[in-house]
Structures are given as C-alpha cells and as structure tokens.
C-alpha cells in the first residue's frame, strides 16, 4: 500500500474527529473536553516534531505538548496543516528516501535513529491511537464519535468499492 493513501485516510479521519468533537464540544464536562484538547495536541506536536526531522527543519517544540492548551480552532489548523504536509510528502517520497536514516534527539533528550519510513509508520499508529483515545471521551458522554475506520474512508473515497460487491 502506498503511504499517501494512508496518509489521505489519517487527513480525513483527524478531520471527522474534529467535526464530532466541534459539534458536541459543550457538551463535554471541562476535564473531559480539557482531555480530548490534549490528547489531540499532543498527536500534532509529535507530527510536527517528527515533521521536522523529515525535512531538516528546527523544531517547533521541546515538549510532546504544549503547556497551553490551544482552542479547537487552533489545534484544527495546526492538524490541518501537518496532515497537508504529510500527505503531499508521501505522495512523491522514493524509496531511497524513505530509506534514509534520520538520527535525533528524543524529548527526553536520549538520541535515536528510525528511517523515514519508520516514522511514518510510528505517525499513522501514534495518531490512530490517540485518535482513538479521544474518541472514547465522546463516546464516555454518550455523545456521537465517527465511524472512522479505514475501509470506511476506502469505501467513500472509492464508492465502486461498495458498488462492485452489492452487484455480485
């Protein structure tokens, strides 16, 4: 599987979290929705960190979350704008690229070395998780969490997927 697609399914999953918790956000109770805030950001400064290597860039942060705790808004551009990077990064990574070594300082200030595509894979399960963890809070309240799963995203951006099955 090609890591685009994977990353289109990432884009549009933080997408349908952020529009479940926009819409029902005052309905949580303060930890709660302090929580799903959190959790979300502390998916996106691993992005960006993570980001940052990839391209040589300086970091952003010197924690994995920020001490303030940014509004939906905030945290919905700084999502919107790792998952545009991602996805058009992987849409023309080589292999030679996705095998180069990629040697930095963790947080907890120990070094550490992963390939391109290792981070990438550690950012698609990082994200689920967390995603997920924000998910439950919604779910805990019993308030609406998407349906986000992968053959879901597949079988709405590829509708013939459905269509070739109900046919048969």
Not at 21 to 35: C, H, I, M, N, V
Not at 50 to 64: C, L
Not at 69 to 98: G, K, Y
């Amino acid at each position: 599987m090609q890591f685009s697609k994977a990353f289109q399914y990432k884009k549009w999953a933080n997408d349908e979290l952020l529009m479940f918790g926009e819409r029902q956000f005052s309905q949580l109770p303060e930890k709660d929705a302090t929580f799903f805030l959190r959790i979300l950001n502390h998916t996106t400064v691993v992005d960006s960190l993570f980001i940052s290597r990839i391209s040589g860039e300086p970091e952003k942060y010197q924690s994995d979350n920020t001490v303030e705790t940014p509004t939906l808004a905030e945290l919905r551009q700084v999502i919107e704008e790792n998952d545009a990077w991602l996805v058009q990064f992987t849409e023309s990574v080589t292999q030679e690229e996705l095998n180069r070594l990629i040697t930095f300082r963790f947080i907890d200030g120990g070094f550490g070395q992963l390939t391109v595509e290792e981070i990438l894979l550690h950012l698609l399960t990082h994200g689920s998780n967390h995603r997920g963890m924000a998910s439950r809070v919604l779910a805990e309240n019993d308030l609406e969490r998407p349906g986000d799963t992968f053959t879901r995203y597949l079988h709405q951006s590829e509708p013939t997927r459905r269509q070739l099955i109900n046919e048969q």
